[in-house]
């Protein structure tokens, strides 16, 4: 088993690294927020102080943090991993990111012997905890190969998308799609209300029928009960589709649908709906309010 660090123990990556110690690995783990890290401290495991701490003498360095500006900073900041790491160290970043970002990582990450792959994930908070998560890799071959072993206890599937970039690009396309699917199951939700349809009926109908799909089963059942406890921010997702479409505009490829979804998305956010659960995008397109 290899000596892993773990950068960021927020919902997913809490779930994530506690894997990688069920599974055998010696963990080294570091927050910004100390208090994430007491579960892995009672546990024996050791909780650092700075990212180039956790990195020192570790083979893997695993991250997950919010965005661009949070991962630059772990990575390429005055105490963060790529000064810290060993020659030969191989970064696994499951950060959304822009694809940018996951470039110039890799670029600094080579400078110094080290191998960095954006690594983003598919999945929820479910899949963290059951280790069925699709891990989505950008990078060298040679690391991604002897990396099999760390993705292997985080997840069910790992495919190597690409060189550098490609992970990230996947998981912003992959976030789009979702973000567009939350939003339409939003809109169908309030029609079958305002008709007076049996939910219950129309949430087993509709899982089942051609647009069926893992959201359907999941969000739909959270919408028509106005639960939004978060398995996935809006906030979060808000981003990621300002990064798609970024995207869309550094490779000249239109993106009318996203560019919808997106100010839908933007203006949920901005009514103070950030913190819940993506699937309250429905409350926004309600003009509803939240359940306190």
Do not use: W
Not at 254 to 274: K, M, N, T
């Amino acid at each position: 088993m290899s000596t892993v660090a773990f950068v960021g123990l927020g919902a997913m990556g809490s779930r994530m690294a506690m894997n990688l110690h069920v599974a055998g690995h010696k963990l080294r783990v570091y927050n910004r927020d100390k208090a994430k890290a007491e579960p892995f401290a009672d546990k024996g495991i050791e909780v650092c102080d700075s990212p180039a701490a956790a990195a020192k003498g570790a083979e893997f360095v695993c991250s997950i943090v919010s965005d661009d500006i949070a991962t630059r900073e772990v990575m390429l900041g005055g105490k963060g991993v790529v000064d810290a790491a060993a020659p030969g160290t191989i970064i696994l970043d499951s950060s959304t990111n822009t694809p940018a970002m996951a470039r110039e990582a890799a670029f600094a990450a080579r400078a110094r012997g080290i191998f960095y792959l954006d690594a983003p994930v598919s999945g929820s908070l479910v899949q963290a905890q059951g280790k069925e998560l699709v891990i989505l890799v950008g990078g060298d071959k040679s690391a991604f190969d002897k990396a099999q072993p760390v993705l292997m206890a985080m997840g069910k599937m790992v495919r190597r998308i690409g060189d550098s970039g490609a992970g990230a690009t996947l998981k912003l396309v992959n976030n789009m799609l979702s973000a567009s699917l939350t939003a339409a199951i939003a809109e169908a939700a309030q029609m079958a209300e305002a008709a007076g349809l049996d939910r219950d009926a129309a949430m087993e109908v509709l899982a089942e029928g051609a647009a069926g799909s893992r959201l359907m089963k999941t969000k739909l059942p959270k919408m028509f009960k106005r639960d939004f406890s978060p398995q996935f921010q809006l906030e979060l997702m808000d981003k990621d589709l300002r990064y798609f479409l970024a995207l869309a505009q550094e490779l000249d490829r239109p993106a009318p649908i996203a560019s919808l979804v997106r100010s839908q998305y933007q203006a949920a956010r901005r009514a103070q709906l950030g913190k819940l659960d993506s699937c309250a995008v429905f409350l926004q397109a309600a003009g509803e309010k939240p359940k306190s």
